[in-house]
């Protein structure tokens, strides 16, 4: 059985940073896809930013870039998500997952497992 575990949020001011963790047990982390995943209320789950297993390509939506960085630690079966510069509409859980990065072309936001999420609050 898989797990992965978030942490990291929080209430944070415009502007402000956050560093969110991920880490996963139960499976071969090195097989799969990672990534970031976010969902507002009252919205569609959207794709944050992620890479592929082999780690060479990383991708971000266009309103990350720039501002998040993703990051991957294969010998700790961990990814991170670093957030600078953040906006009251980055408000949302987010959320860590693992999946296929072939299937992103068709839906950014698909995976095969997730966590429970960490919530990321912005205030103006």
């Known amino acids: 059985q898989v797990h992965l575990v978030e942490s990291g949020g929080g209430l944070v001011h415009a502007g402000a940073s956050l560093r969110l963790s991920c880490v996963v047990s139960?499976?071969?982390?090195?097989?799969?896809?990672m990534s970031w995943i976010r969902q507002a209320p009252g919205k569609v789950r959207e794709f944050v930013a992620g890479?592929?297993?082999?780690?060479?390509?990383?991708y971000y939506t266009h309103s990350a870039k720039d501002r998040f960085t993703f990051s991957r630690d294969n010998a700790e079966n961990a990814v991170y998500l670093q957030m600078n510069n953040l906006k009251p509409e980055d408000t949302a859980i987010y959320y860590c997952?693992?999946?296929?990065?072939?299937?992103?072309?068709?839906?950014?936001?698909?995976?095969?497992?997730r966590g429970q999420g960490t919530h990321v609050t912005v205030s103006s």
């Open positions: 997952a693992m999946g296929d990065a072939s299937r992103w072309l068709v839906d950014p936001a698909s995976y095969d497992y």
């Open positions: 139960g499976r071969a982390f090195r097989n799969y896809s």
């Open positions: 890479n592929s297993r082999s780690g060479s390509s990383t």
